[in-house]
């Protein structure tokens, strides 16, 4: 049976279930092919991991888990593996580490997979405790900002366009509840971005929650989601469709903008959170508009980021993996 090594570091700025979850469904998706996974990172790492359906993982730990800081405990992981023909990395750091220690090419990296999600895994339960948790009660439309990996989503960006829907609602003595904007603790710019709205006197609204590293149990609390280019390209949108949450997105990513030229996502302008923020206002007046653009990313999300597409674009590139010629 045709051997594949899966390679994988998290390294704590760019750590990420979903990218786990990814490779899981590409390893659960393949059974024609023998698996090896090797994993830079922690016992918590590894418990996710498992969680997610990847069983077999051998673990190998280093510092900040970055591979390249334990090559030689990488070089024993993978002699103990034995040879693989095809070596699919699925982050940068397991790229450069791969390329040290196996001495050739590494044949297959992360974007080679075409993007899918298990939809099995949304837990619309969650809405009520997490939102019970922010404080905030089912009259306040929570915006919610993406990324597949946490820190890569500008924090700035997210605050300027939810706080001018905020001040829109604000003047308008007829609305009932103004939107409050969820982000993760790593969110680019977030010291920064806290002090710009203590000085401009925001007072509340900004929900920090780590559990964004797990959009199938956060987004279900969601009403909106913002996606920044830089999460356009993974499974942060699909995670966003999948729990029936309707998309504003920048122009740029490979994914959403897929969504926007086929209508299922609200398309904005690169940097520019005033053009972002008028579309969250509109979709917060219009409950309508909003029912009608989780339903059309559903469907495109069936058509095209299916499971088999994921299946299908692995068979195509471990195939000409093996096979060059």
């Not at 306040?140 to 829907?165: E, H």
Request: hydrophobic residues 45%.
């Amino acid at each position: 049976m045709k051997r594949i090594l899966h390679l994988l570091d998290l390294p704590d700025d760019t750590a990420s279930p979903s990218l786990v979850m990814l490779m899981a469904t590409a390893v659960r998706s393949m059974p024609g092919f023998e698996h090896d996974v090797i994993l830079v990172g922690n016992a918590s790492h590894q418990q996710t991991a498992r969680q997610l359906g990847l069983a077999n993982v051998q673990r190998v730990s280093a510092p900040y888990h970055r591979a390249v800081l334990a090559l030689p405990a990488l070089w024993r992981a993978v002699r103990r593996v034995g040879p693989s023909a095809v070596i699919h990395t699925w982050s940068p750091g397991a790229t450069l580490a791969a390329r040290l220690v196996c001495r050739r090419r590494i044949t297959l990296n992360e974007p080679a997979v075409w993007p899918s999600v298990d939809t099995e895994l949304v837990d619309g339960s969650t809405r009520q405790t997490l939102r019970a948790r922010w404080g905030v009660s089912e009259l306040t439309p929570v915006v919610a900002l993406l990324d597949a990996r946490a820190p890569r989503s500008p924090a700035m960006w997210g605050a300027l366009a939810v706080g001018l829907a905020r001040e829109c609602l604000l003047a308008d003595t007829t609305e009932q509840a103004v939107p409050a904007l969820v982000l993760h603790p790593r969110a680019e710019g977030l010291s920064k971005t806290l002090a710009m709205l203590r000085d401009v006197g925001w007072r509340g609204g900004v929900i920090q929650d780590a559990t964004l590293d797990r959009p199938w149990a956060l987004l279900p609390a969601a009403d909106l989601a913002l996606a920044h280019r830089y999460a356009g390209s993974g499974t942060a949108a699909l995670w966003a469709v999948a729990c029936g949450v309707p998309l504003i997105a920048e122009r740029g990513g490979t994914v959403t903008d897929r969504f926007s030229e086929q209508g299922g996502a609200r398309p904005v302008s690169p940097d520019s959170p005033r053009e972002a923020g008028y579309q969250v206002l509109d979709l917060i007046r219009d409950a309508p508009a909003r029912k009608t653009l989780a339903q059309r990313a559903h469907e495109i999300a069936n058509q095209q980021f299916s499971v088999d597409a994921t299946t299908e674009s692995l068979h195509r590139a471990y195939a000409l993996a093996y096979d060059p010629s």
